[in-house]
């Protein structure tokens, strides 16, 4: 540093006094955007004002209780401070460490929101999702930064329900508009136009000869992993993406159609059936389709039959297969007996149910309820 403005500070202090003094200690910081100097001279001048010692030597719990809450109050003023000047400077990850002690992640959150790339998005990334500040941007920067592969890996890991939610969504719409642009350049460059819609339902109906030659329009593996978990959409936008692309994985070459793990052994026909039927598009053919699975005593079939029957809201059949073919426990993925006659509001067949199953709690509840 300048030996200029050590002179100057104890030139300062000697006719101004220790706020004139602390007054060019600030405004020199800001100047030169130390903003880290900023803010230990925010708390040695709180410090000073305080009585206290100036060279921190102790935590705000060691200091006289008195001066506590005082010295709490300037450190939150002084890291936001700071923390602001560093997000102004597009500083995500030097701003976070100041927003973080003082438990407002709200700015960084933002901050993260208007970021598209540049220096530091591995940190940023690091950030926004294993820090959880913003888990959704996050995922989004990165699959901008590492690809879909990794995107799909880190997905498919994720543990927290809601966020994973938000990751898959992220990725049926990115691929989506994948294979909408792949698609709309190829019959361009046939056709002599691209089509006005980027909706793939359209652009591959009566168009057979986009799959001749075993042609295929994104990466094969990571279509079949978007469509294996496409069970899991709630909201309808995202189901109805990954229904159109379960219906293109139909019109591929069979040498791209992976094996399903039953009930969905042919991956994309099945799945194609179960969101067709989610969706209110042929409900009683997905129906049907999944009640022959669980005649036929595939595996896992009763469990995806009782969990789609739920979500359409016909809880009677739901809470029929579950007592046939799963004993009214709870499935994978899917609602137990006794559950069902919850959401069905059914509470004496809830009380017969929880009779039979032993269960006085469940009875109980079905007498409250009921």
Not at 72 to 91: I, K, P, Y
Not at 185 to 203: F, H, K, M, N, R
Request: include cysteine.
């Amino acid at each position: 540093m300048n030996e200029h403005l050590f002179e100057l500070l104890e030139r300062t202090l000697r006719t101004g006094g220790p706020g004139a003094a602390f007054d060019v200690l600030i405004r020199e910081a800001l100047e030169q955007k130390n903003y880290s100097l900023l803010f230990e001279a925010r708390l040695m001048q709180k410090r000073h004002a305080l009585g206290l010692s100036l060279i921190q030597t102790a935590t705000i719990s060691d200091l006289p209780a008195e001066h506590q809450a005082a010295y709490e109050a300037s450190m939150v003023e002084a890291a936001r401070e700071t923390g602001n000047l560093f997000l102004a400077d597009g500083q995500i990850a030097r701003a976070w460490q100041y927003f973080r002690a003082i438990g407002d992640p709200a700015p960084v959150t933002a901050a993260i929101e208007n970021f598209q790339s540049g220096e530091g998005i591995e940190r940023v990334i690091e950030i926004a999702l294993h820090e959880g500040v913003n888990p959704r941007k996050g995922f989004e920067l990165l699959l901008k930064q590492r690809g879909t592969c990794q995107a799909i890996d880190f997905a498919m890991q994720y543990m927290d329900r809601e966020n994973r939610a938000a990751f898959l969504q992220v990725l049926v719409r990115s691929m989506y508009q994948e294979l909408a642009a792949h698609l709309k350049e190829t019959i361009a460059g046939v056709e002599g136009q691209a089509p006005q819609s980027s909706d793939v339902a359209e652009l591959i109906a009566g168009r057979d000869w986009l799959f001749d030659g075993g042609h295929y329009y994104v990466e094969n593996s990571h279509l079949a992993s978007i469509v294996q978990v496409s069970p899991e959409f709630e909201d309808r936008e995202t189901q109805r993406l990954a229904l159109h692309m379960a219906d293109y994985g139909r019109r591929l070459a069979p040498m791209f159609h992976f094996p399903g793990n039953p009930p969905f052994e042919d991956l994309y026909l099945d799945h194609a059936q179960y969101l067709r039927a989610l969706l209110g598009e042929e409900a009683e053919a997905g129906i049907a389709h999944f009640r022959k699975k669980v005649t036929a005593s595939v595996r896992g079939a009763a469990d995806v039959l009782v969990g789609l029957l739920s979500r359409l809201g016909r809880y009677g059949e739901a809470i029929q297969i579950s007592v046939e073919h799963l004993r009214g426990a709870a499935g994978n993925g899917c609602p137990s007996a006794i559950q069902l006659c919850q959401m069905a509001g059914d509470y004496k067949q809830l009380r017969h149910l929880a009779r039979e199953q032993g269960d006085l709690l469940a009875f109980t509840a079905g007498i409250l309820a009921g």
